[in-house]
């Protein structure tokens, strides 16, 4: 598998570019609209939360905390929920071609996250410029959302496999899991500060995986402390699991797949 | 070692109850599916390298899903098929082109999809360039295009790299007259450099000026692989075929088979060629006047009787056919128990060699409607030259040349 993948690596390159080109083809500010999506959502956010939940982040004295710690979590959610809703409806849209042409088929899942991977760090290059606007500069322990990144994606493709393979035999995954990864977001302290949730409910976060990945990116980019590493451990062992349970049933089900679509 | 072969392949869409029961087959569960609906079964064929094969049969009879799994892109659910070499089909033409993109990034990017690296590309990229011809549109938006243009390109694509088997489905027809010519001389180059040709068409001249052999499939199996003219004769059958119908297959004395199908309301009783002496003749000079003579009887009430026939080549390509309904010379409302005798005459015009006479009995302009009697190969002569000049091709076509020094 690894090595038609090696050999099409021409193929996910260029699939990779032509996304990004096919984004902003014809745009007269092109590349832009790749940051200004989600950054319009932190202006949003920031401009109607921040008078309600500035108050209650603690630990920070800089005035645009709030803002910084937003852009923080939507870095990672962004790329979580881009690789799922791309994978969901994957192999639908590439139908045709999956029909007609023979080529590996695990390149289809290596482009998105390759093109989701590139627009995270073309927001997270914009970020940086927005962080030192704000008067927060980039230090070394940012370098810890290299591994970070990496578990959201294998957690991320892990979850969209399975939902992507089943969705072409069951499309009512696709319709319900487009809802249930709003409701997610919402569940993610990403738009608010865990502080907010009352004592007692607090430990029910510990089953939302997102939930580490989400905090450890605040850690690093608000508070410039290295994550706490055991739950990042628990969190990799359940995304590794995910992707290998995803990468079975892609493998099972590639065959029939073309069948039924 | 044969170049592809297919053993005992079949393939079946399969129905579950619930979805859930077939993710539950991943996992190594046995559930049953509800249905299992058997699109091909025991196919069984092998090619070797240089050969060109076309494959024919009724819409429905299977053709795509053996290209698709002789491709790839299905798996068969029974037997195996194995490959020694590359593949490449002539499928869909300019799938997955972004219109957003020019030409030369879409063939790349095409490229890359039938898995080449992007230094093979580099090499022939001025080649594939050189033989889609559409000028400086190479370096334009592939949605600025007209259809044609884009189907130059995907051509070009889709054949810069010989592969070992080459599969054509219906797509001979690309472009404009002089594209077509160009493809099809791409595509005999290929042949002639040892390239197998997997042909899907139903261009009955197509396949039998490419193809030294034909795949007949009818309702998931193959039920005749031979050579094209006979697989032809037995698909027109096939067609023309109705209820209470026969086909009947005799092999003639130098190996050739003859078809023969029809209901039977009114049958052909004798054929004979006569010579301009007025002799029964199986040789004739080249341009000698010849009188083909067809007696028919009729056996039950019809409403209309139409004659036709045709002369083939060796190839089986026709020379020239007609019929009564097309001559005006229908019969109307013919007794039962009538015999009627047709006298065609006509001069044997045609070039030197083996030729057969094909005849069909039908109710209207084709025989696809009805089919009364339809007999390949009814009778068979050769033509040779007595007392005309030198010359080559299919026809006696006297030229009056002149030739003046100024």
Known sequence: MFRSLWQYRHFVLSSIYNDLFAQFARSKLGGLWVIINPLSQVLIYALILSNILAAKLPGIDNKYAYAIYLMAGLLAWNLFSEIIGRCLNLFIEKANIMKKMSFPRITLPTIVVGSCMLNNLLLFISMLGIFALLGHQFTWVMLWLIPLTLIVVILALGIGLILGVMNVFVRDIGQAFTVILQVWFWFTPIVYPLTIIPESYRHLMQLNPMYSLVDAYHQILVYNQAPELQSIAIISGIACLLALIGLFLFRRASAEMVDVL | MSLLSVKNVGKAFRVYKSEWHRFANWFGLKIKPAEEHWVLRHINFEIHAGE???????????????????????????????????????????????????????????????????????????????????????????????????????????????????????????????????????????????????????????????????????????????????????????????????????????????????????????????????????????????????????????????????????????????????????????????????????????????????????????????????????????????????????????????????
């Open chain 2, 52 to 406: 060109a094969i076309g494959i024919i049969g009724q819409n429905g009879a299977g053709k795509s899903t053996l290209l698709k799994m002789i491709t790839g892109t299905l798996q068969p659910t029974e037997g195996d098929i194995q490959i020694n070499g590359r593949i490449a089909a002539i499928l869909e033409l300019g799938m997955g082109f972004n219109p957003e993109l020019t030409g030369r990034q879409n063939v790349f990017h095409a490229a890359g999809l039938m898995g080449f690296s992007s230094e093979e590309i580099q090499q022939t990229i001025s080649d594939i360039e050189a033989f889609a011809e559409i000028g400086d549109y190479f370096d334009q938006p592939v949605r600025i295009y007209s259809s044609g243009m884009q189907m130059r390109v995907a051509f070009a694509v889709a054949t810069a790299y010989r592969p070992e088997i080459l599969i054509v489905d219906e797509a001979l027809s690309v472009g404009d007259t002089y594209f077509q010519h160009k493809s099809f001389a791409r595509i005999r180059e290929f042949q002639e450099q040892g390239t197998t040709l997997l042909i899907v068409s139903h261009d009955r001249s197509a396949i039998q000026s490419l193809c030294n052999r034909a795949i007949l499939l009818e309702n998931g199996a193959v039920i005749k692989d031979a050579e094209p003219e006979e697989v032809f004769d037995f698909y027109n059958a096939l067609i023309a075929e109705k209820e209470n119908s026969t086909v009947e297959v005799t092999k003639l004395e130098d190996g050739k088979t003859q078809t023969s199908s029809g209901t039977g309301e009114a049958k052909i009783e004798e054929i004979a060629l006569y010579n301009s002496k007025g002799e029964v003749a199986e040789v004739v000079a080249v341009g000698e006047q010849v009188e083909l003579h067809v007696k028919v009887k009729v056996y039950q009430a019809i409403d209309t009787l139409v004659l036709g026939y045709g002369i083939k080549d060796r190839l089986g390509q026709v020379m020239y056919g007609t019929n009564t309904w097309h001559t005006e010379q229908i019969i109307n409302a013919p007794k039962v128990g009538n015999e009627y005798l047709f006298k065609i005459a006509f001069p044997a015009n045609f070039g030197v060699g083996g030729y057969s006479v094909v005849i069909a009995l039908h109710d209207r302009d084709t025989h696809m409607t009805t089919n009364y009697d339809w007999r390949d190969l009814a009778l068979v002569f050769n033509v040779i030259n007595m007392d005309k000049m030198q010359f080559n091709g299919c026809c006696w076509n006297e030229p009056a040349i002149e030739v003046t020094k100024q």
